[in-house]
């Protein structure tokens, strides 16, 4: 396994981190049994890195992550998130300082510990005030529930918000980000990553594969037929545009030249950038994590990174949500 430093905080984390929302309930996810068998294969290859959320299968993700990690919590790094619709009730979406209080204890209940590594923002929250969320969050790091502060899909200004509120308010500094980035969605290129680059932030892209995109399994002109497709609501709108089909020709020819899947070399140009600190992989079948693993010792030439990134075509966001007031 290959490791590199969380931001400017010295723990260290494997480049790959096994992504959770795959474990749960829904018909593309894995069940308890197989989920706990991909969790323990994952250990046993190094992975040290786990990214799960409140809401993922109603806490069922969490739950089976903390059955599954009995006896190493110590050697992990578990990441989770708050913030979207989970439960029942008028205040059961938010960053309110009340609703945090009560997902943070049932984040910590299901994952049975009493602490998270990294605690993230599921989106930005723009009914509470920043200064709520951040005193907060800093109350959780200063009780020794959360170790670290980080977000998943902001705008840039956002990150920069939070950065800037926390210096002149002596509060927590976000130390990670989670955006959405792979070969056929790179519109955080001028967004989250620059400013995370220029502020030392760890970054870490969620959907490294494009949900599956660009595992070779999907062919233009064809109708796409697997439970993924049919059953996860975000799929089929995140990609399968003509020009996604153009980035994934790309990606087809390269890893044909080079005898290799096309998932791998999604990833390998993922680990080719000096900046990622790991990414989010949904591993649905043991082999997956084999193929990864043998992803981050691929080299690519600097005219196959071109060759894959060149058919690419800034389009609109997909990740943050979007201001009422834009
Ligand atoms: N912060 C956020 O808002 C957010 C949003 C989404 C995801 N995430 C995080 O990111 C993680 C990964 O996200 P994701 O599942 O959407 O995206 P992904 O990692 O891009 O795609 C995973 C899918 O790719 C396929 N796959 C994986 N390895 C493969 C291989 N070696 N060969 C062929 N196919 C392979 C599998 O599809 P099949 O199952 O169809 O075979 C798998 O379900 C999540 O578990 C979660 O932790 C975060």
Redesign the pocket.
Known sequence: MQYSILGKTNVKVSRI??????FGTEP?MVPRELSQKIIRKAMDLGINFI???DV?SDGESERIIGESISGYREELVIAT?VGLEFGTGINSAGLSRKRLYSQLRGSLERLKTNYIDIY?L??WDYNTDALEVLSTITDFVRNGSVRYFGA??LYSFQIQKLYDLAIYNGLERITYY?P?Y?LAYREEEREGIPVCRELGIAIAP????????????YKRNERPD????RT?K?FPQGYFRAEDFDVLDALENVAREKGL?P??VALAWLFSKPWITA???????L??LD??VEALDIKLEKYEVETLEKQYKPHEQH?PTKSPLA
């Open positions: 981190a096994l992504g959770g929302m795959s593309w990214d799960t959320a993922y998130k993230q599921h989106r998943t899909s989670s959405r792979n969620y959907s490294p594969l494009a949900r599956g995109f660009l595992s070779g399994k697997t439970v993924r497709y996860d975000y899947k998932s791998q990414v989010l992989l949904g591993v649905t079948k082999e997956h193929d990864a990740g």
